[in-house]
């Protein structure tokens, strides 16, 4: 069983930065595809960023140039840097592990954008 577990959400204003965190047990992490999603009211849930197990990166076109996925694999970690946020990345953003036996979830962590 994966439980993943997020961390850093807040409130910044227009033009910051947040870093988010998701936190993974299981084994093998290094065996997961990583997610960053993210659902604002009112909308569907949608792909932020993905971080394969060779480390290759995918971005959706709203965030190329501001958001930065990585992972640390003896931590069991990804992360999610976001600068030069904007009103409209405000949604709750979800971390996802994709494996051979399953994908899993965590609870979301809210992102707050606002002056």
């Known amino acids: 069983q994966v439980q993943p577990v997020e961390s850093g959400g807040g409130l910044v204003q227009p033009g910051g930065s947040l870093r988010l965190s998701c936190a993974a047990s299981?084994?093998?992490?290094?065996?997961?595809?990583m997610g960053w999603y993210r659902q604002a009211p009112g909308k569907q849930r949608e792909l932020v960023a993905r971080i394969f197990r060779d480390g290759a990166r995918y971005y959706a076109d709203s965030v190329k140039g501001r958001l930065t996925i990585s992972r640390d694999n003896a931590k069991n970690t990804v992360y999610l840097q976001m600068n030069l946020l904007k009103p409209e990345d405000t949604a709750v953003y979800y971390c996802?592990?994709?494996?051979?036996?399953?994908?899993?979830w965590g609870q979301g962590t809210q992102v707050t954008v606002s002056s």
């Open positions: 996802n592990a994709n494996g051979p036996y399953g994908s899993y």
């Open positions: 299981g084994s093998p992490f290094s065996s997961f595809t």
